[in-house]
């Protein structure tokens, strides 16, 4: 469980580092979180977020975070992964899809659209 108010602001800067760019030091997370959040942050601040996304029961982020030894580096093993995206079974994504289709003789062309577009954009989210 997060222990200050900070550390889902770190999750969320050190996952858009991780999907940005292949391999992330340990020390550029560490720039990168004090230039962005205005606080200092250690080495072990970082690596104890880095566990908890990856192996944290209570956040149930269960992010794909890697180690490389050899570059001394950090990676997502999974380049698709985001850890805030919203996560729907496929099942789920069907029901959405068919309540669409339902709807489209029951409101006007507007909401119509607008419903379609929020529905293709959550699928591309999950694929």
């Known amino acids: 469980m997060p222990e200050n ?20 030091k340990t020390s550029l997370l560490v720039e990168v979180c004090e230039r962005e959040l205005g606080y200092s942050v250690t080495r072990r601040t970082i690596q104890s977020d880095l566990e908890a996304m990856k192996h944290d029961t209570y956040l149930r982020f269960f992010a794909p975070v890697e180690y490389c030894k050899k570059r001394k580096a950090y990676y997502y093993s999974h380049t698709d992964f985001n850890l805030f995206a919203l996560r729907f079974s496929a099942q789920e994504l069907e029901v959405l899809s068919l309540v669409n289709k339902l709807i489209c003789g029951q409101i006007s062309e507007e909401y119509q659209q607008i419903f379609n577009d929020i529905v293709e954009r959550i699928k591309k989210m999950e694929m």
């Open 5 to 24: 108010k900070f550390a889902i602001a770190r999750y969320k800067l050190i996952d858009r580092m991780l999907r940005k760019t292949d391999y992330v």
